[in-house]
């Protein structure tokens, strides 16, 4: 990783966090991409999106490293449908109604086909994708934010378990 890319990266790290938090004298050799991909991981979208910002203008890259060994929520449609059921189940319906707020309609397709009809019919009124009946209504992009957040980390959690598989970016399988 570039010089400059780490002392942007400690930029809006220290803007975000407070410099007492980062250790200056402290030097090892590490991933840095894979660590990068640990603290985006868990870093608020706001933070994600304004490091991936500064990415792709000085080493774009690093950026598509990066962005290609992380999951985020829209890429739900590249699991295998056994994979979306079984997060189906993890899932409180109200946060998933949430998080599918405003993404993607293949996103909203995934998921619905991998529910039973009923629960299927029950989001769609909770989301108000029928135009028919509003029971979430208008939902702060924030509140959005961390019902998709809490959802990945339950798919990463399925994944450490060897539950699940989620490919991350251009992986190769033979037969």
């Not at 991409?33 to 774009?60: H, K, M, P, W, Y």
Request: charged share 35%.
């Amino acid at each position: 990783t570039s010089p400059e890319v780490i002392a942007q990266m400690e930029t809006v790290l220290e803007r975000r966090f407070g410099s007492a938090n980062l250790n200056r004298t402290s030097t090892s050799r590490a991933d840095g991409v894979q660590t990068l991909v640990d603290i985006l991981n868990r870093s608020d979208r706001a933070t994600e999106r304004s490091i991936f910002e500064g990415l792709e203008t000085f080493e774009a890259e690093l950026a598509d490293q990066v962005r290609s060994r992380m999951f985020v929520f829209e890429d739900i449609v590249s699991l295998d449908d056994r994979a979306v059921q079984l997060i189906l189940r993890q899932v409180d319906a109200k946060e998933l109604a949430t998080a599918l707020k405003g993404v993607r309609v293949e996103v909203k397709e995934k998921i619905t086909t991998n529910m039973s009809e009923r629960a299927g019919k029950m989001l769609k009124e909770d989301m108000d994708l029928d135009e028919e009946i509003v029971l979430l209504g208008p939902v702060r992009m924030k509140t959005v934010e961390e019902a998709q957040g809490a959802i990945v980390r339950t798919i990463r959690a399925l994944e450490e378990s060897g539950q699940i598989m989620v490919s991350r970016g251009s992986e190769e399988f033979v037969d």
